[in-house]
């Protein structure tokens, strides 16, 4: 795969997080990705996950080299590490327990011990190809233009080789499962038609994403499912031109802006209103919107923001791919 333009400095990189923000709202990414801008802490599902994550890859790491229970163990103290990197208490006293359930270092441990038990026989026998494996991507037809992401996992089970991507959910029904619109999710989602075809250029013959998924309740902590995903080459091709016009849309925004200075003047960067509040409650910039028309203009982030540039290519650890 031709590389010479990866790490270059006239290289662009997109990843989920940058496209996902401008598709929900163009000014949510101007604010994000242009201002970067971000709110003081970390929303509770965010922090959860991002400590399952941690959790998952020392069980599929040391699956092989430690019995159930100290896996379990093991586990769980990265899943803490990274609770309490993010400012959180690993040990929760009862008020605190009662506003963060289910998503609580408590209720991890009892997943832990049931995603072990109910994987046991895929950890033995599955072969780990790579844990976090950062990937990038020309975009045929967009000169300069790469798509970037991190894999969760990449095993091969049964003769067949597929990414993982662990997810964790509230979406509960009342049989103990997942909701099926969040299983049928998982079939239009940009991320995983990324991943698939970004995994199947890195590892040849690789054609299948497995959303991992684990269901986070207070009662049911035994609640997993893979959720296979494979798309037909026509629809990765769809995806491929769709990626390349939200691409070109947003580059055009930003020259809209450059060119201006201008937001609303400009037509750069316009509000999604519709997109105000979501699945996961309201916007993270609701009060900018509400009260400034021209945040550009502000010296600094209003309270409770802070400038944080969002590094995807050193985040998901490309520099490894440029020095190979």
Same mark, same amino acid.
């Given at each position: 795969?031709?590389?010479?333009?990866?790490?270059?400095?006239?290289?662009?990189?997109?990843?989920?997080?940058?496209?996902?923000?401008?598709?929900?709202?163009?000014?949510?990414?101007?604010?994000?990705?242009?201002?970067?801008?971000?709110?003081?802490?970390? +929303? #509770?599902?965010?922090?959860?996950?991002?400590?399952?994550?941690? /959790?998952?890859? @020392?069980?599929?790491?040391?699956? &092989?080299? %430690?019995?159930?229970?100290?896996?379990?163990?093991? +586990? #769980?103290?990265?899943?803490?590490?990274?609770?309490?990197?993010? /400012?959180?208490? @690993?040990?929760?006293?009862?008020? &605190?327990? %009662?506003?963060?359930?289910?998503?609580?270092?408590?209720?991890?441990?009892?997943?832990?011990?049931?995603?072990?038990?109910?994987?046991?026989?895929?950890?033995?026998?599955?072969?780990?190809? %790579?844990?976090?494996?950062?990937?990038?991507?020309?975009?045929?037809?967009?000169?300069?233009?790469?798509?970037?992401?991190?894999?969760?996992?990449?095993?091969?089970?049964?003769?067949?080789?597929?990414?993982?991507?662990?997810?964790?959910?509230?979406?509960?029904?009342?049989?103990?499962?997942?909701?099926?619109?969040?299983?049928?999710?998982?079939?239009?989602?940009?991320?995983?038609?990324?991943?698939?075809?970004?995994?199947?250029?890195?590892?040849?013959?690789?054609?299948?994403?497995?959303?991992?998924?684990?269901?986070?309740?207070?009662?049911?902590?035994?609640?997993?499912?893979?959720?296979?995903?494979?798309?037909?080459?026509?629809?990765?091709?769809?995806?491929?031109?769709?990626?390349?016009?939200?691409?070109?849309?947003?580059?055009?925004?930003?020259?809209?802006?450059?060119?201006?200075?201008?937001?609303?003047?400009?037509?750069?960067?316009?509000?999604?209103?519709?997109?105000?509040?979501?699945?996961?409650?309201?916007?993270?910039?609701?009060?900018?919107?509400?009260?400034?028309?021209?945040?550009?203009?502000?010296?600094?982030?209003?309270?409770?923001?802070?400038?944080?540039?969002?590094?995807?290519?050193?985040?998901?650890?490309?520099?490894?791919?440029?020095?190979?």
């Amino acid at each position: 795969m031709p590389s010479s333009s990866l790490g270059t400095a006239d290289a662009r990189y997109y990843d989920n997080t940058i496209l996902s923000s401008y598709k929900d709202c163009p000014r949510k990414y101007f604010l994000r990705h242009q201002m970067h801008w971000r709110g003081t802490g970390t +929303a #509770l599902p965010l922090v959860f996950g991002l400590s399952w994550h941690s /959790g998952m890859d @020392a069980v599929w790491q040391f699956a &092989q080299k %430690a019995t159930q229970r100290e896996l379990s163990q093991l +586990a #769980l103290a990265k899943f803490c590490e990274t609770w309490e990197e993010q /400012g959180l208490p @690993a040990h929760l006293e009862v008020e &605190q327990i %009662a506003e963060y359930e289910p998503r609580t270092p408590g209720i991890a441990a009892e997943m832990y011990h049931n995603y072990i038990e109910t994987r046991w026989k895929m950890l033995q026998e599955a072969e780990v190809v %790579a844990i976090e494996q950062p990937f990038a991507v020309p975009l045929p037809d967009a000169e300069g233009v790469w798509y970037i992401g991190r894999l969760d996992k990449v095993v091969t089970w049964n003769g067949e080789t597929v990414v993982l991507e662990h997810k964790t959910t509230t979406d509960y029904k009342k049989d103990g499962g997942f909701r099926s619109t969040y299983v049928e999710s998982w079939f239009s989602d940009s991320q995983t038609k990324g991943y698939q075809f970004g995994a199947g250029l890195f590892f040849p013959g690789l054609k299948q994403v497995w959303v991992d998924a684990a269901l986070v309740h207070k009662q049911v902590h035994n609640a997993f499912r893979f959720i296979p995903i494979a798309h037909q080459d026509a629809l990765l091709r769809e995806w491929l031109s769709d990626t390349r016009q939200w691409v070109a849309r947003l580059e055009a925004d930003v020259q809209k802006y450059n060119d201006t200075k201008e937001l609303s003047e400009s037509g750069a960067f316009p509000k999604n209103e519709n997109s105000c509040v979501g699945k996961y409650g309201p916007c993270p910039y609701l009060s900018v919107c509400r009260t400034n028309s021209r945040p550009d203009q502000l010296s600094e982030p209003p309270a409770g923001y802070m400038v944080e540039k969002w590094e995807p290519f050193s985040v998901l650890g490309l520099d490894k791919l440029v020095n190979k």
